[in-house]
T-cell receptor, first 113, second 112 residues
């Protein structure tokens, strides 16, 4: 069966510091991968998605970036965090090639102070 | 702008009642529809998917799809306090290998 991992689970960072969140998927090959952010009391905001290694689509221009160095690894980064970057960051995967059911990881709660 | 709309709630129902959650979407050509449940502080989990007009039942949950009206709903029978959560509707609004579009969710509160 497929499993999706995210770490860290929680993170408290000062404004202006860098960020690296990691997501890995087990039990499947060539998945589609997604990063979402959910601010407190708000809906899901799609940040990035990837249909293959090195292929990243950005949905929202901001100070975040994503990379996919391996087939089942997806990384979300920032060089300098803003207060507005606080939120619940969710990684999700779906079967590649057009199938669309998305499955979410446990999430990372980021607080920027 | 292609959209998925949900009433934010809160929707309050007594324990044992039927909870009805509704969702409308903007693209008549959409083919895939999903309901997710999200408990406070947790990630969304898939409840069910529906692809054809009509009803689809899974335990206490029934999804209903009406493509002509661009409307999908989720019924929860015999609601329990443990059903209290935010319910997210998601639709594949675009063809091909693209992400789902999520509604903002409806918060359900089941009162014991």
């Amino acid at each position: 069966s497929q499993t999706i991992h995210q770490w860290p689970a929680t993170l408290v960072q000062p404004v202006g510091s860098p960020l690296s969140l990691e997501c890995t998927v087990e039990g499947t090959s060539n998945p589609n991968l997604y990063w979402y952010r959910q601010a407190a009391g708000r809906g899901l905001q799609l940040l990035f998605y990837s249909v293959g290694i090195g292929q990243i689509s950005s949905e929202v221009p901001q100070n975040l970036s994503a990379s996919r160095p391996q087939d089942r690894q997806f990384i979300l980064s920032s060089k300098k965090l803003l207060l507005s970057d606080s939120g619940f960051y969710l990684c999700a995967w779906s079967v590649g090639g057009g199938a669309d059911t998305q499955y979410f990881g446990p999430g990372t709660r980021l607080t920027v102070l | 702008q292609k959209e998925v709309e949900q009433n934010s709630g809160p929707l309050s129902v007594p324990e044992g009642a039927i909870a009805s959650l509704n969702c409308t979407y903007s693209d008549r050509g959409s083919q895939s529809f999903f309901w997710y449940r999200q408990y406070s502080g947790k990630s969304p989990e898939l409840i069910m998917s529906i692809y054809s007009n009509g009803d689809k039942e899974d335990g206490r949950f029934t999804a209903q799809l009406n493509k002509a009206s661009q409307y999908v709903s989720l019924l929860i029978r015999d609601s329990q306090p443990s059903d209290s959560a935010t319910y997210l509707c998601a639709v594949n609004l675009y063809s091909g290998n693209t992400p789902l579009v999520f509604g903002k969710g409806t918060r359900l509160s089941v009162i014991a």
